[in-house]
Nanobody, 125 residues
Framework: QVQLVESGGGLVQAGNSLRLSCVFS????????MGWFRQAPGKEREFVGA?????????YYADSVKDRFAISRDNAKNTVFLQMNTLKPEDTAVYYC?????????????????WGQGTQVTVSS
């Protein structure tokens, strides 16, 4: 059974940066597409970005975070990262990592098989 554990969330001022980590266990990490989603209070879970399996040569981002956020993976450490720069108050949400066995960079929650418990990110103005 796949388990995902996020860390790195916290309170940060607007304009600053945070890096989230997600540790994967239970299967072969390198064979999974990894995604990041977020959910703000009263809103639906929304796609942030995703990275391909293997070496992670391709990434895909939501327009709202493109050019500010970057996803990377370290297969030796079974970990995927979300580097968040120039944070804005509207980035405040619980951030979730997710794993998909499908060979596509999915941008909907239904395309992902496993989820972490989430980590809170709060950006103050």
């Amino acid at each position: 059974q796949v388990q995902l554990v996020e860390s790195g969330g916290g309170l940060v001022q607007a304009g600053n940066s945070l890096r989230l980590s997600c540790v994967f266990s239970g299967r072969t990490f390198s064979t999974y597409v990894m995604g990041w989603f977020r959910q703000a209070p009263g809103k639906e879970r929304e796609f942030v970005g995703a990275i391909t399996w293997g070496a992670g040569s391709s990434t895909y981002y939501a327009d709202s975070v493109k050019d500010r956020f970057a996803i990377s993976r370290d297969n030796a450490k079974n970990t995927v990262f979300l580097q968040m720069n120039t944070l804005k108050p509207e980035d405040t949400a619980v951030y979730y990592c997710a794993a998909s066995s499908r060979r596509v960079l999915g941008d909907t929650p239904a395309e992902y098989d496993y989820w972490g418990q989430g980590t809170q990110v709060t950006v103050s103005s």
